[in-house]
């Protein structure tokens, strides 16, 4: 029964919205509209997420939304590269001391961290496509 019910919930569970929630949620709030609970104690107000496409003649800007999460566009409220408003949570580690060499008796030699970063960001952006307006 227990491996049933972890199967349910696995198809139940939505990372780009978990991604999103955890990381974006504050600011641009739960619609993506702009209005978080910390939107109000901001300088500038936080983007309406869920009109994207539409500012962009009904198409969603993949590569533009992958280049700002990723750090490439740099959005001054987001926090400096060197110390983002996420932590190294959308950029690869610097640290080589976190990333496993092959000569480590227990290490995960399919771990690379860049496909993790790479991972979450294509969740968020899946799920920002999913809350668009039409």
Not at 81 to 107: C, E, H, Q, V
């Amino acid at each position: 029964m227990v491996g049933l019910s972890t199967v349910a919930w696995a198809q139940e569970f939505d990372l780009g919205r978990y991604e999103y929630k955890a990381s974006c949620a504050a600011c641009h709030g739960d619609d993506g509209k702009g209005g978080g609970p910390v939107a109000p104690s901001l300088t500038k107000a936080p983007a309406n997420l869920a009109i994207l496409a539409k500012k962009n003649n009904g198409v969603f800007p993949l590569s533009a939304v992958y280049d700002t999460i990723y750090g490439i566009n740099t959005i001054v409220a987001h926090g400096s590269r060197d110390m983002p408003i996420w932590g190294f949570r959308y950029a690869p580690s610097l640290n080589p001391a976190l990333i496993p060499k092959a000569t480590d008796k227990y290490s995960v030699p399919t771990y690379e961290p860049e496909a993790v970063v790479r991972t979450r960001i294509l969740a968020i952006i899946d799920y920002l496509n999913r809350i668009q307006e039409k």
